[in-house]
């Protein structure tokens, strides 16, 4: 079993920013993704952005390109996304998810989640 639990959620003003962390546990994989994704009240979970925990390497939503920046900590073992430039439509349930293999922006690929952390963009 793998344990995720996110925070650093909150309200903040369009153009601000803030720093979601995820903390994981549990067993680890050979190879496996962690990837961020978020959900606005009324619409369906989104890709946001993934690390390939080995390599470090990584991939956004073009969204949130030159915004967000995913990235990882293998001492903490922790995952990061650092969002910068917000705008209200970044509102949204944020969501940590792991995968074991290569990294997929299909929510059904992920077996393992954390229970969301809100992030509010608003004046």
């Known amino acids: 079993q793998v344990q995720l639990v996110e925070s650093g959620g909150g309200l903040v003003q369009p153009g601000g920013s803030l720093r979601l962390s995820c903390a994981v546990s549990?067993?680890?994989?050979?190879?496996?993704?962690m990837t961020w994704f978020r959900q606005a009240p009324g619409k369906e979970r989104e890709f946001v952005a993934t690390?390939?925990?080995?390599?470090?390497?990584?991939f956004s939503a073009d969204s949130v390109k030159g915004r967000f920046t995913i990235s990882r900590d293998n001492s903490k073992n922790t995952v990061s996304l650092q969002m910068n430039a917000l705008k209200p439509e970044d509102t949204a349930v944020y969501y940590c998810?792991?995968?074991?293999?290569?990294?997929?922006?299909?929510?059904?690929?992920?077996?393992?989640w954390g229970q969301g952390t809100q992030v509010t963009v608003s004046s």
């Open positions: 690390i390939d925990w080995n390599s470090g390497s990584t």
């Open positions: 549990g067993r680890t994989f050979t190879t496996y993704h």
């Open positions: 998810a792991a995968r074991d293999g290569g990294w997929s922006p299909a929510t059904y690929e992920y077996a393992y």
